[in-house]
Structures are given as C-alpha cells and as structure tokens.
C-alpha cells in the first residue's frame, strides 16, 4: 500500500512539473506573438500596397491578435498563478 501511495505523489509531482513547463512555454509564445506583431505593425510599409497585399497584412495582424487573445484565455482558465 505504502509503495503505491508513494507512486501516485510520484505521478502528481510529475503532472505538476509538466503543466508549470507547459505554462512556460504558452506564456514564452505570447511574449513573441505580441513582439512580433509589434514589429510588424511598426515596420508596416503603406506604399504602393495591393489589394491582396493589404488582405494578407489584415489576416496575420487578425491572426496573431487572436493567438495572443486565446493563449491568455487558456492561461486564465487553466489557472496558471504565476
């Protein structure tokens, strides 16, 4: 009993260390997204700018807003405190 007892602290502490990386990691990607958009909005040249070249700027600042907006929400949810 007392070898299973100490498997089940050994697998809990184990799921711990899993999910304080993986919050690590989701909190690293939203620090870049937010960098990189950032830098791409800065750097925006609006010369000379087609139609489908103005929709595909549209779509990667649309889509990287939302990856930040999401990845914040699932930190949130999944109630990451640090």
């Not at 184990?14 to 997204?33: H, M, N, P, Q, V």
């Amino acid at each position: 009993m007392e070898n299973f007892k100490k498997q089940v602290i050994e697998l809990v502490n184990a799921k711990d260390r899993e999910s304080e990386k993986y919050f690590s990691w989701l909190r690293f990607l939203i620090g870049l997204t937010a960098t990189l958009l950032g830098i791409i909005v800065s750097l925006r040249d609006t010369n000379d700018q087609t139609y489908y070249q103005h929709m595909l700027f549209a779509t990667t600042i649309l889509s990287m807003t939302l990856s930040i907006i999401f990845g914040s929400i699932l930190l949130l949810i999944l109630g990451d405190k640090s």
